[in-house]
């Protein structure tokens, strides 16, 4: 599962994509500007995804639908799913919500489960400071990467990168699979793209559409 993390006024970590409350909830503006009693005030089931894309409802879809925090997800996912734990932009500001994240990761053992995903290798400078044990992902420079730019990942400690559907060729599949680093695309929906980015050798792929690409993955008889 992969999922966004950012901080409310009193440093909470939440899980929510946008960095506004606008699309989603009834609410407005940034959540770092509510506490999270605020944020549990307001109803987030606004929005009706469709294939690829979606609309905002006119009235709510559920009654009791909030804004979760960090550790309501953790504690609902228990210990065998995999998380791709994405921390929006980091400002200078964000030094008690990051030690946060961290400390969540720890006490949940995460080490081996999930990992983050941070913007910059400043940003992961920023969390190897706290926790050097974390395992990391960074975005920095994706959609623009060649394959000779894994190896700054892997001098960096990372095992996990996150490429764009523009960076992943062939060649950028092989060089990752030479150099120990996996890869996570962001991201692919139909069929048809799955076909093509398993068939370069990719084998991690962001989708919003789970049961599509079983269904493709069980046709290349792939596990």
């Known amino acids: 599962i992969e999922l966004d993390l950012q901080p409310t006024a009193d440093n909470v970590p939440i899980v929510l994509h946008d960095l506004t409350l606008d699309r989603t909830t009834d ?17 987030a089931s606004w ?25 309501e997800v953790l504690d609902l996912v228990g210990t065998s799913v995999g998380l791709n734990l994405h921390i929006k ?39 190897r400071r706290i ?19 894994i190896k700054r990942h892997v001098a960096f400690g ?10 992943v060729t062939p060649e950028f599949c092989r060089a990752a699979r030479d150099l120990g680093m996996n890869l996570n695309m962001f991201y692919s929906l139909s069929a048809e793209d799955h076909h093509r980015y398993l068939g370069y050798g990719l084998r991690g792929i962001l989708t919003d559409h789970p049961d599509i690409l079983q269904r493709t993955v069980a046709s290349l008889g792939l596990h």
């Open 27 to 43: 609410g407005r503006g940034s959540p770092r500007t509510c506490t999270l009693a605020e944020i549990k005030r307001l109803n």
């Open 47 to 71: 929005w009706q995804p469709t294939f690829g894309a979606g609309y905002r409802l006119g009235e709510p879809n559920y009654a009791d639908v909030t804004i979760p925090t960090f550790q």
């Open 89 to 127: 932009p980091l400002t200078d500001e964000d030094e008690a919500f990051l030690r946060e994240v961290c400390r969540l990761y720890a006490a949940y053992d995460l080490y081996e489960q999930g990992y983050l995903t941070v913007e910059t290798f400043r940003a992961g400078e920023w969390v």
């Open 131 to 149: 926790d050097p044990d974390i395992c990391l992902c960074v975005l920095e420079g994706a959609g623009s990467l060649r394959p000779e730019d």
């Open 158 to 167: 990372t095992r996990y990168m996150q490429p764009t559907r523009t960076d």
